[in-house]
């Protein structure tokens, strides 16, 4: 199976990603990672996005889909693929297409993570870790047995990220209503996308996914 995987940031998307591939052996293909480790292997296309980015300039949809071509290529990605932050744009979606098809491959699902935008809003600003061991907390949902002191190890220590709030989630909201919510339409004919909601907990998203992959 190789699916896009869609929703705002904080809908889960990660999370879900993880599941798959510990469960299915699929590979997750985040366009951080994958530009990251191109450059690293200093690959042809690698070195024209060091280039890019060592002007300070954004990286073309050409490289990416370039970085993407090499990626399909390894032999890890045949028992399937998750695709994390890409295609953000119409532009980037018939690029993929036209990339599919050069590879023989296709896309089977298109599964966006639905979320109601308030109760996002809560789930992360609420969010804080223990600054010792990592352990997650939140205000509403999950405090520490103990108030002020870390289930797992003790500590008092604890800590939010900075862009943990309600500003930026809403910002972040909206970039993603203008930027990668209108691929939808692009895949919508196609028959493929599926809907989740992805304010259910952790196992109801998972299963509803797996329901989807199950059905072909």
């Given amino acids: ?36 480790a191109a450059v690293a292997a200093e690959t042809p296309v690698g070195l024209q996005a060091k280039d890019v980015m060592e002007r300070g ?33 119409e532009a980037q979606a018939h690029a993929l297409d036209a990339l599919l098809a050069e590879k023989g491959m296709q896309l089977h699902h298109v599964i966006e993570l639905e979320v109601d935008e308030d109760a996002l809003v809560e789930r992360i600003t609420g969010r804080f870790t223990c600054a010792n061991c990592g352990e997650g907390y939140h205000d509403t949902f999950k405090r520490p047995k103990v108030e002020g002191i870390c289930d797992v190890c003790g500590s008092s220590n604890f800590k939010r990220r ?18 990668t919510a209108p691929i939808i339409p692009h895949y919508e004919p196609k028959g493929l996308v599926r809907r989740v909601d992805g304010m259910a907990d952790i196992e109801t998203v998972s299963d509803a996914i797996a329901a989807i992959l199950d059905k072909g």
């Fill in 162 to 179: 900075p862009d943990d709030n309600a500003e930026t989630v809403r910002t972040r909201m909206q970039e993603y209503r203008t930027k």
């Fill in 57 to 89: 300039d954004l990286v073309s949809d050409e490289i990416v889909t370039g970085i993407l071509s090499d990626r399909l290529d390894e032999d890890d990605v045949k028992e399937g693929f998750i695709l994390d932050g890409y295609p953000r744009t």
């Fill in 1 to 36: 199976m190789n699916i896009i995987l869609l929703g705002p940031p904080g809908a889960g998307k990660g999370t879900q990603a993880s599941k798959l591939e510990d469960e299915r052996g699929m590979v997750q293909l985040s366009t951080g990672d994958m530009l990251r």
